[in-house]
């Protein structure tokens, strides 16, 4: 059973940095791509960073800059660095693979107060 496993949400101040961690397991299969999600209350998910079995990244206009994707494939983990955090970032985060059918891990909250 594919499972997405995520840790490293927390509480930070605005400025700070937090790295979000995903490990997929469950499968002998590589990602074809993975990312980020987020949903803050009263919104729609949204997208916040994806990353191709290539290596190829894309980010939400509002967090370029600021937020680093990346992938550990002997790991099966995909992260996400964010620094210089906004309390408006503020959100559940949630982990993303495709791998022939989409997965979701069970999100991580990421709280940034002013």
């Known amino acids: 059973q594919v499972q997405l496993v995520e840790s490293g949400g927390g509480l930070v101040q605005a400025g700070g940095a937090l790295r979000l961690s995903c490990a997929v397991t469950g499968t002998i299969l590589s990602s074809n791509a993975s990312g980020w999600y987020r949903q803050a209350p009263g919104k729609k998910r949204d997208l916040v960073a994806v990353?191709?079995?290539?290596?190829?990244?894309n980010y939400a206009d509002s967090v370029k800059g600021r937020f680093t994707i990346s992938s550990d494939n002997a790991k099966s983990t995909v992260y996400l660095k964010m620094n210089s955090l906004k309390p408006k970032n503020t959100a559940v985060y949630y982990c993303y693979a495709n791998l022939g059918a989409e997965y979701w891990g069970q999100g991580t909250q990421v709280t940034v107060s002013s």
């Open positions: 990353i191709t079995s290539g290596g190829s990244t």
